[in-house]
């Protein structure tokens, strides 16, 4: 494609990239601005520099957190925790030595900027438009909410990137997603995405990035449109985007890592060149009434399969292909659930709000509006897990850690926690929980436990009733 | 990384689609700092029971299981997480291929930086092959990575399709950050054409 051809934001920030663009015979070599990197997916990238006695090429592009397996229980007054599992200790401990050994800014628990790694790479205002960003974590998709290529990557091509800065990869093909239309009340950027995974499956996005557009995303903020980017990879897209805008350069003004006086004016110049160009063309179109969402929840074992929460469970027996018959079987048989039923007035033992996809001051915020002088039902344990330190600090400093406490709920410190229970925040075999994270595999919040993915409204909502809520009663009720 | 040429072999069917990494290697298993030892954590959750014992209705659980080099699975193989561990654990146990009619992105990359490869066929011939394991155990299966076809026990064969890159990396044992590094002449051109971008 030609300079002069109308390009796609993808498009753009691709060229933009290109060290040595692709060929029949060899993929394009891409450069990478900011690497992101945390405990679990590092530690055999910096044993590879180590056996080829290779050094970071980019340090001050690249930078540590502690997230995956970090205890979320209370600090003491140096922010440090024992960490009891002898497995995650040692990983944590290789973390320090790999960032000490090789000069790699690490924000470790006991640091002001700690927390899970796609809430504090926008937060400090390092995500930024135009930029490539790469983490060895599915869920770098994130980031494209600022205008940025972000994408996941395996721990073998963090090696690459930490010794060269640079990523062999094919082009993707570009889908556009366009939702219009308002929100109803109750109804959030949570259920957009789910009703987008549930419309086009798992796997319905592979080899694609998805470019979002329409009013109701340029309605959203940017924390709504992390939530949307953020789980891009759970519709199996490459990465997801979202053309910068007023919105955005107004959340990335005076954060830390963002352009200060005249660099920012530069910027902001640059920036503004990142939105598809008129007459682009992508190679699929999706379209989304978003104002005809209703609150989604998931009733199986994979993102995609997700219902309106008064929408009964799908029945096996309607489905025509063989495959996916068993899919559904199976996902039923393992969440214990019956077809035709309600899950409306189902009971949950566990509520978790939390995760890098709605784990930041707004979504706590939202949840806190409901539960503000609730209580959570006798049968449920809630834990809210803030997404950083600073979305801990910001919300101490507001009083939602005391309408959750005062509600019973268990207010954490920030980490990955019940997402993907690496850390001892887990359910327990059977249980079922309201889940605000990403993923409801199969044992993916703890062995044999059984996830239903949602809001942070519909969380706080079931989190009060004890059973599975329509969050539009509790928003319309206050 | 082992040089990847041929393959002949037996195959296990996982008859799934969707199998995600969390399922391939759950993640409590992901507090290593080592790419060995994944193999017997392999499907750990559908693999043994509460008490650690092995399933014997799980199809990595079966006598014929043990010399398979082939996984045959259903669509969108390796969805979910990018845990590279997924393919560590599969090779860990003994894998070399996986049969699927389609590959999710960042998995088809990590495996193929390992030496593990999919082999992505049409759904029919997915189905050929599943049917032809569950009438004989011991089919035997060809895999030729310089031709790029996939052989039934008759000899019939079809093509699959490989990053040409990726293949010849494969097919000479070498991985690709030789080829990155050597790169280094117009990486630091390129950052200094763009100086002061970010
Ligand atoms: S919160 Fe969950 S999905 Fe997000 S980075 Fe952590 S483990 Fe991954």
Not at chain 1, 104 to 128: K, S
Not at chain 2, 83 to 107: M, N, Q, T
Not at chain 2, 127 to 153: G, M, N, Q, Y
Request: charge should be negative.
């Amino acid at each position: 494609m030609t300079q002069s051809s109308p390009r796609t934001l993808f498009a753009k920030l691709w060229d933009d990239h290109l060290i040595q663009a692709e060929s029949e015979s060899t993929p394009a070599v891409l450069y990478v601005d900011l690497h992101l990197v945390h405990e679990v997916t590092s530690p055999q990238a910096f044993s590879v520099l180590r056996e080829r006695r290779l050094e970071v090429r980019r340090p001050d592009r690249t930078l540590a957190t502690m997230d995956h397996s970090t205890p979320t229980t209370p600090r003491g007054a140096d922010r440090r925790v024992p960490i009891i599992d002898l497995k995650a200790r040692a990983q944590l401990a290789q973390l320090e030595r790999n960032c000490a050994d090789f000069g790699v800014p690490l924000y470790a628990l006991d640091n002001e900027h700690q927390g899970i790694v796609h809430v504090i790479g926008p937060e400090l205002g390092l995500t930024q438009p135009g930029m490539t960003i790469v983490c060895g974590d599915s869920h770098t998709s994130t980031h494209g909410a600022f205008g940025a290529l972000a994408f996941g990557i395996g721990t073998s091509e963090v090696a690459h990137v930490l010794a060269t800065q640079c990523l062999l990869q094919r082009r993707a093909r570009t889908m556009e997603v366009r939702m219009d239309g308002v929100l109803a009340p109750g109804i959030t950027a949570k259920d957009l995405i789910l009703r987008l995974i549930a419309e086009i499956g798992v796997g319905g996005a592979t080899g694609h990035v998805l470019e979002y557009s329409g009013s109701a995303i340029q309605a959203m903020s940017m924390e709504e449109r992390m939530t949307v980017c953020n789980m891009s990879i759970e519709a199996g897209a490459r990465a997801g985007m979202i053309a910068p805008d007023d919105t955005t350069y107004e959340y990335l003004a005076g954060r830390p890592y963002a352009p200060q006086d005249a660099h920012w004016d530069r910027a902001l110049a640059r920036w503004r060149t990142f939105a598809a160009d008129p007459g682009s063309a992508h190679d699929r179109t999706v379209v989304l009434d978003a104002s005809s969402i209703k609150p989604m929840i998931t009733y199986g074992t994979n993102p995609g399969m997700g219902i309106a929460v008064d929408a009964p469970v799908p029945t096996p027996s309607h489905l025509s292909d063989a495959s996916e018959r068993r899919a559904l079987e199976k996902a039923l048989q393992y969440m214990a659930l019956t077809p035709g039923e309600s899950l409306l007035g189902k009971s949950v033992d566990v509520v978790f709000l939390g995760s890098c996809t709605n784990s930041r001051i707004s979504d706590l915020r939202l949840a806190a509006g409901v539960m503000r002088g609730q209580r959570v039902a006798s049968t449920v344990r809630m834990l809210v897990v803030p997404g950083s330190q600073e979305v801990k600090r910001q919300a101490e400093a507001e009083g939602l850690d005391e309408i959750f406490r005062a509600a019973g709920a268990e207010w954490r410190e920030a980490g990955c926690s019940m997402c993907i229970a690496m850390n001892g925040d887990e359910l327990r075999a059977g249980q079922y929980a309201v889940s605000t994270s990403n993923r409801n595999f199969e044992g993916r919040q703890g062995k044999g436990g059984r996830t239903f993915l949602a809001s942070p409204l519909t969380a706080a909502a079931t989190a009060i009733a004890g059973t599975i809520a329509d969050a539009r009663t509790y928003v319309r009720g206050r | 990384m082992e040089p990847f040429v041929t393959l002949r072999t037996t195959a296990v069917v996982l008859p799934l689609e969707n199998v995600d990494t969390d399922q391939i290697i759950p993640a409590r298993f992901l507090k290593t700092t080592d790419r060995l030892g994944l193999g017997n954590d392999l499907f750990a959750d559908w693999r043994y029971d509460v008490s650690g014992a092995p399933r014997p209705e799980f199809v990595l659980n079966r006598p014929e299981a043990k010399a398979a080099q082939l996984l045959v699975a259903g669509r969108n193989f390796g969805c979910g997480s990018s845990r590279e561990h997924a393919p560590w654990a599969l090779l860990g146990y003994g894998f070399r291929a996986v049969v699927s009619s389609e590959f999710a992105d960042i998995f088809r990359n990590n495996a193929l930086g390992n030496g593990l490869l999919p082999v992505a066929l049409p759904e029919a011939a997915v189905e050929r092959v599943a049917a032809l394991i569950a009438a004989h155990a011991d089919s035997k299966f060809t895999i030729d990575l310089a031709s790029t076809t996939f052989a039934l026990p008759s000899g019939e064969r079809f093509d699959f399709p490989v990053d040409p890159f990726a293949r010849h990396c494969m097919l000479q044992g070498v991985d690709q950050l030789g080829y990155l590094a050597a790169k280094e002449p117009e990486i630091s051109a390129f950052e200094r054409a763009r100086a002061g971008a970010y």
